[in-house]
């Protein structure tokens, strides 16, 4: 038997699993999360019938972690451990980590369905997090799974990373088991690319604009300042700011063909929302903004192209320049990163995806922000996102394609290395 054979005949158990992941509760709460029960589930598979050594640790208890140049603060990581289980290899084979999140985003109003409950339907599996990124994750642990009953013997150790808090611009699990001493040659982040090879991802940062008045009626000739229309007018401006973005290919390799750069207003408040009604203007609005950036900038960088960009508008289109009363992050800022241009890694993979598919491989650079920076940027490890094929993440009915998942267990043995005895089709011996 071989891996796709293997995978054909236990599709209902990857089903099953990438289900049971979904039916945990693990909405980031920003502050704080609810992960652990799936957590203690994950690591139960990983030891129980995986046979791997497991490590169910907090971040708190990471030398280092509060005092790391990456760690972001105002979190409580109070139960909600992360996990990681190596499975190890012979000796003379380099080593591969699958790191996954298991918090997801919240629950987007319009859901057909229960979002906890898995629904299949037309080829598809759908459920909060099962895109962004629990299914990354359940392929992950199948492929060893799948390997393992095959009678493949690996050369390198394979680790299985299960994190906590990425969303929001979380990454402080991620930075944990980084400082956890795991030396690892190469690392896949299963985020949701479609299957396209992604060796790079997009930087962001998310503000909170803020615009002051005055408030009250013009009776006795007040001049009153209601701050909505100089927030009208900079939203105007962020739209033209993202077409201008937009209009421009990223910088090579990754993103020499990329003509997307998203620039999203999240919110806008002003006024009252207590009052049953309001008769006067507010004294404050508010608007929150996500800015996204290719690798290479920085926030203050991106800050600055903003409030410069903002100024070149109100010039050209002969406004006046409301002023901006203040700046604020929000969440962390996303660094966006790369992997080497000739990391190996990224053709090994190339060449899976085609043969798995049956088409070439696309290779680029993500089109979103996730947590590999700290890979790339805060550790020796290489990070290579390649994820499964769905649509919806962040909205309602979130699903993934009922696909191969045999991408990932071919990766293991390329780039691992297989003991003399077996072969590289996974046929058991």
Known sequence: MNVRQWVNQHHKEILDLTSNLVRFKTVNLIDTGTEQELQQYIAAILRDRLGLEVDLFSPEEVTGFRDHPAYFPGKDYTNRPNVIGRWKGHGGGKSLMFSSHVDTAPVAPGWTNDPWEPVIKDGRLYGLGVFDMKGGLAASVMAVNCLQELGIRLQGDVFIESVVDEEYGGANGTLACRLRGYEVDAAIVPEPTNLAVCPASRGGALWRITFRGNSGMSFSGEKIHNPVFAAAQFITFLEAFEEERSSVAGPSPWYGHNKSLPVIV????????????????????????????????????????????????CRDQGITMHSIAEVHKLIRFL??????????????????????????????????????????????????????????????????????FEIYARTIMSWCGVVEGTTGEGSAS
Do not use: K
């Open 335 to 404: 660094p966006g990163s790369e992997a080497p241009e000739d990391f190996p890694l990224i053709s090994l993979l190339a060449r899976e995806v085609s043969r798995v598919t049956g088409q070439e491989a696309v290779v680029q650079g993500a089109p979103f922000a996730c947590d590999s920076f700290m890979f790339n940027l805060y550790s020796p490890t290489p990070a290579v996102i390649l994820g499964p094929v769905g649509g919806n993440a962040h909205a309602p009915d979130e699903f993934i394609q009922l696909r191969e």
């Open 266 to 313: 999240t919110r806008i408040e002003a006024g009252d929302m207590t009052a049953l009604l309001c008769d006067t203007g507010p004294t404050v609005c508010h608007v929150d903004v996500w800015i996204e950036c290719y690798p290479g900038i920085s926030e203050e960088q991106l800050r600055q192209e903003m409030l410069d960009s903002y100024a070149d508008y």
